[in-house]
Nanobody, 122 residues
Framework: QVQLVESGGGLAQAGGSLRLSCGNS????????MGWFRQAPGKEREFVAV????????SLTDSVKGRFTISRDNAKNTVYLQMNSLKPEDTAVYTC???????????????WGQGTQVVVSS
């Protein structure tokens, strides 16, 4: 069983940084690619970033390239999303998920967390 718990959300000013963490209580963490998604009010959920089980492959959506970084520590069963140069349009509920690499890129996952709110003020 995979249970995902996000942390690290909150309020930031434009230009600031936040780091999101997602912990997995299961024992097969490295077997899954991990992804981050976000959903802003009134909008559909969108893919943000994905990282392979080994951590060697990553992909990010164009709007966050150069600002966000996804990483993972398999020894700690944790995936991170480092968010720099935040913009008000980054405001959303951010959710981590586990599944296959291609599936995550296409907004599908086997397991979802409950999400953490990020608010970026201008």
């Amino acid at each position: 069983q995979v249970q995902l718990v996000e942390s690290g959300g909150g309020l930031a000013q434009a230009g600031g940084s936040l780091r999101l963490s997602c912990g997995n209580s299961g024992r097969t963490f490295s077997a899954y690619s991990m992804g981050w998604f976000r959903q802003a009010p009134g909008k559909e959920r969108e893919f943000v970033a994905v990282i392979s089980g080994s951590g060697k492959l990553t992909s990010l959506t164009d709007s966050v390239k150069g600002r966000f970084t996804i990483s993972r520590d398999n020894a700690k069963n944790t995936v991170y999303l480092q968010m720099n140069s935040l913009k008000p349009e980054d405001t959303a509920v951010y959710t981590c998920a586990a599944g296959g690499y291609s599936a995550l890129v296409n907004n599908r996952a086997d397991y979802w967390g409950q999400g953490t709110q990020v608010v970026v003020s201008s």
